[in-house]
Nanobody
Framework: QVQLIESGGGLVQAGGSLRLSCAAS????????MGWFRQAPGKEREFVAA???????YYADSVKGRFTISRDNDKNMVYLQMNSLKPEDTAVYYC???????????????WGQGTQVTVSS
């Protein structure tokens, strides 16, 4: 059974940092693209960042320059380093694995349960 388990969420003040982790199990994702999405209360889920199998990265304009996605294929892990956090970054953050085709904006085959990130002003 394939699982993606997020961790690292929490409460942080504006301007602070958090590092989210996504642990994958059940299969290797070393040849798959991985991504992070988020969903704020009352809003639709939105793309945050993605990393291809060969390390190419993609970011939403709202997080570019503040967030960094990375991966450790040996550990089957994906990370999201979030710096200079803003109250508008408050959301449930989801790890997603194995996007279809070559675009990180295509559907993903696997999803985690999410981790809450709350940024206070």
């Amino acid at each position: 059974q394939v699982q993606l388990i997020e961790s690292g969420g929490g409460l942080v003040q504006a301007g602070g940092s958090l590092r989210l982790s996504c642990a994958a199990s059940g299969r290797t994702f070393s040849s798959s693209g991985m991504g992070w999405f988020r969903q704020a209360p009352g809003k639709e889920r939105e793309f945050v960042a993605a990393i291809s199998w060969n390390g190419s990265t993609y970011y939403a304009d709202s997080v570019k320059g503040r967030f960094t996605i990375s991966r450790d294929n040996d550990k089957n892990m994906v990370y999201l380093q979030m710096n200079s956090l803003k109250p508008e970054d408050t959301a449930v953050y989801y790890c997603a694995g194995d996007y279809q085709g070559s675009s990180p904006f295509n559907p993903y085959n696997y999803w985690g349960q999410g981790t809450q990130v709350t940024v206070s002003s």
